[in-house]
C-alpha cells in the first residue's frame, strides 16, 4: 500500500530482478486469461508506485522483461489483487 493517498488507484509492485533483463513489463487484465491486458508500466522497477488501478475489482498482473537481443519473456505467473479505497479524508 503506499504511503499517502491510499484510495485503491495505486500500489506498490514488487518483484524478483532476473538476470540479464534489460527491461520490465507490467500487465494488467481484467480477465484471468488475460484478454484485453494494457501494458500498464513499460520501463518497471521492483517497487515502483504504480498508478491506474480501479478499487474494488478483481485485476489481474504479470511482469514480462526483455533482454539485451529485445527478445520478450514468457509471462511470469499471473497474480491476483483487489485494492481498496482505504482513503478516510475524503
Given at each position: 500500500?503506499?504511503?499517502?493517498?491510499?484510495?485503491?488507484?495505486?500500489?506498490?509492485v514488487s518483484f524478483k530482478d532476473v538476470p540479464?533483463?534489460?527491461?520490465?513489463?507490467?500487465?494488467?487484465?481484467?480477465?484471468?486469461?488475460?484478454?484485453?491486458?494494457?501494458?500498464?508500466?513499460?520501463?518497471?522497477?521492483?517497487?515502483?508506485?504504480?498508478?491506474?488501478?480501479?478499487?474494488?475489482?478483481?485485476?489481474?498482473?504479470?511482469?514480462?522483461?526483455?533482454?539485451?537481443?529485445?527478445?520478450?519473456?514468457?509471462?511470469?505467473?499471473?497474480?491476483?489483487?483487489?485494492?481498496?479505497?482505504?482513503?478516510?479524508?475524503?
Open positions: 500500500a503506499p504511503e499517502h493517498w491510499y484510495d485503491g488507484t495505486r500500489m506498490h540479464g533483463a534489460k527491461a520490465y513489463q507490467l500487465w494488467v487484465s481484467a480477465h484471468e486469461d488475460g484478454r484485453g491486458a494494457v501494458n500498464l508500466v513499460p520501463g518497471i522497477k521492483s517497487g515502483d508506485l504504480v498508478y491506474g488501478m480501479r478499487p474494488g475489482i478483481k485485476l489481474y498482473y504479470w511482469i514480462t522483461y526483455t533482454d539485451a537481443q529485445d527478445k520478450m519473456s514468457k509471462p511470469s505467473p499471473v497474480h491476483m489483487e483487489i485494492t481498496a479505497d482505504n482513503f478516510k479524508e475524503k
